[in-house]
T-cell receptor, first 116, second 110 residues
Framework: NAGVTQTPKFRILKIGQSMTLQCAQDMNHNYMYWYRQDPGMGLKLIYY???????DKGEVPNGYNVSRSTTEDFPLRLELAAPSQTSVYFC???????????????FGPGTRLTVL | GQQLNQSPQSMFIQEGEDVSMNCTSS?????WLWYKQDPGEGPVLLIA?????ELTSNGRLTAQFGITRKDSFLNISASIPSDVGIYFCAGQRRDDKIIFGKGTRLHILP
């Protein structure tokens, strides 16, 4: 298994540009998450999904959108990039309750985004 | 929103020393998690705790779920160079959302 993969690894955007951060997992996990990590800080949840077709807001959803059309993919969309969105973005997935340790989140390697 | 207070923010220790860090909150959590993050990588789960009072070990790592369900600690015994990194605590609420602490940066002096 490749686990959780994220692309791109690095990206520089201009203010107002849009982009999609890709996340895929091949572990058949129902739960998927997007976090952002600012320098010197912990992770903050942006959006999460408990299964295909279902998404919900996390702690800091403003300026982002997600979709979950398949179990494997959970892309994160930035429509109008702002400097405040400069961060490292991590995607994660986990087993559903009853399917294994419910809280074991597997993280991708991250996408470093800079908005200038 | 809910916050986890993780301390210390950073530690500078000699190789072979024991390490202790903790997380506290004003809120109750159902699960406590401890992660390690290496530079340029995503966090990796070290230990998960599911019951108040639970004490769990993973090699040289030991973590405990506080009796009040509002705190947890992580100990590392006999530190080695590969222990360097950022350690995060995280608490999982009843609605399954996970809140992360700001991390403890562990440095090992040569």
């Amino acid at each position: 298994n490749a686990g959780v993969t994220q692309t791109p690894k690095f990206r520089i955007l201009k203010i107002g540009q849009s982009m999609t951060l890709q996340c895929a997992q091949d572990m058949n996990h129902n739960y998927m998450y997007w976090y952002r990590q600012d320098p010197g800080m912990g992770l903050k949840l942006i959006y999460y999904s408990v299964g295909a077709g279902i998404t919900d807001k996390g702690e800091v959803p403003n300026g982002y959108n997600v979709s979950r059309s398949t179990t494997e993919d959970f892309p994160l969309r930035l429509e109008l990039a702002a400097p405040s969105q400069t961060s490292v973005y991590f995607c994660a997935s986990s087993f559903p309750r009853g399917g294994g340790p419910p809280d074991t989140q597997y993280f991708g390697p991250g996408t470093r985004l800079t908005v200038l | 929103g809910q916050q986890l207070n993780q301390s210390p923010q950073s530690m500078f220790i000699q190789e072979g020393e024991d390490v202790s860090m903790n997380c506290t909150s004003s809120s109750i959590f159902n699960t406590w998690l401890w992660y390690k993050q290496d530079p340029g990588e995503g966090p990796v789960l070290l230990i998960a705790l599911y019951k108040a009072g639970e004490l769990t070990s993973n090699g040289r790592l030991t973590a405990q779920f506080g009796i009040t369900r509002k705190d947890s600690f992580l100990n590392i015994s006999a530190s080695i160079p590969s222990d360097v990194g950022i350690y995060f605590c995280a608490g999982q609420r009843r609605d399954d959302k996970i809140i992360f602490g700001k991390g403890t940066r562990l440095h090992i002096l040569p």
